[in-house]
């Protein structure tokens, strides 16, 4: 009777469940990439709203599509009898990071292998799609619909999040993953996390879309009504970077703003470009400073933007880039093993890297702990890398379409490429960055 209860027990169906989509994300791997993309913005409405007992099997089931699409990828360049790896100087560097990361999953430092096997999972599982992209969009349209498709889907995201902003904390819509109520305000509101399990998720998704919105006004071929849902979309997501009260979200999409302006006014023919697309980020502005809800929610960003004042930027600037070189010390060349720092396995690491510093936060700390002083050089190199050639692209490519694409995911991926975003130990970002950056084989193509 035992036996029959274990064999009809939910885990077990979970399993059988499990096992059935890794085949369907193996036989149709293109279409999981896109599922993957679309599923990381409903995880945490998942995660907070329908079903939240089942926290963890939710957060595993990105895994599951990772290695699902991974399988299929490989199975079907075997059939093909086509080479795994496009041709690119890229390759090398990134085999030699990935297999830095399994030679720390072994890392002397960690007694528990399941932290380094987990920390590794965690940290390098998005790496490999940095190959698929360019084997899902065969077509230059395939990309143009799917930047559109992709940027439509965020007006609810966008709503969920202003609804959010004016609910108070202990409301059902203002809990985050793990039935935790929400605690970060910003102001008197509360920080919308929207459908993402934290406020972090959101951020991100936002910073992507701003790039993907202004790309589609200024570039892409739109129908009358694509023009106005989009401008309307904008308008929206500018006023939510303020809703977010997030400081680092308001400075990149405000340098990217800048930068994108100021080489649109100087390229010839590109002017036009410039005034579509100036004039909704007027239009936010003048919402912001001349409506009661723009007054309230720039008042409240004003309050956390201020913080502390002067210390707390100090602060920032020393846990991003002076305290790494504190850590280096206590991590010297090879560091402290993958997993050690990241927040899931806290309760294997009792016990492990007594030595190790236990307060970190930004993410090039981390990566010095975890991978040490040649891991973070590896890092640096590869991610230099990538928005190089993407650089260089801009300027070589004579479609204009893909030209400023190029500029843009430049713009986007350079905050992680001088780690101010956090890639390793945030998946969906290091799904965003790593996705993306694949457009560098398309372009080649």
Known sequence: MEIFKFIFSLKYFLFLIY??????????????????????????ALR???????QKEIFAFK???????????????????????????LNFILMIYVFYGLFQIFNPNIRNFLIGFIGFFVEFSPVFLIYLTKEIFDEKEK?????????????????????????PPNHLLNYYAHNVPADAMVGTSVRPSSTFPYISGYAIYLHLISILLIYILTILDLKIFEKVYFLIVFILLNLSIFLTGSRGLFGYVLFAYFVYF????????????????????VFSTFLLFITPFGKKIYDNFLVRAKGKGYEEIKRRIRVAFIEPFDFAEFASFFGYGTGMTYQGVGFLREGEGLLMPKSFEAELGRITLEYGIFGTLLTFILRMSIILLFLKLFYIIKDNKLKYLSLLLFLYLLPACIFLDNVNFQLIRGIYFYFFSGFLFLFKR
């Open 262 to 281: 100021f080489i649109l006014i100087k390229e010839k023919g590109m002017r036009e470009k410039a005034i579509k697309f100036i004039l909704p980020i």
């Open 19 to 44: 096992f059935i989509f890794i085949f369907i994300f193996i036989l149709y791997w293109k279409k999981s990439t896109i599922f993957l993309l679309y599923f990381i913005l409903i995880e945490g």
């Open 63 to 89: 895994f599951l599509i990772l290695l699902g699409i991974y399988f299929g990828y490989l199975k079907d360049k075997k059939l093909k009898g086509e080479k795994i790896f496009p041709p690119s100087p």
């Open 48 to 54: 907070k709203w329908f079903l939240p007992s089942f």
């Open 143 to 167: 990309i143009y619909k799917f930047i559109k498709n992709y940027a439509f889907f965020s007006l609810p995201l966008i709503i969920i999040g202003f609804i959010q902003y004016n609910l």
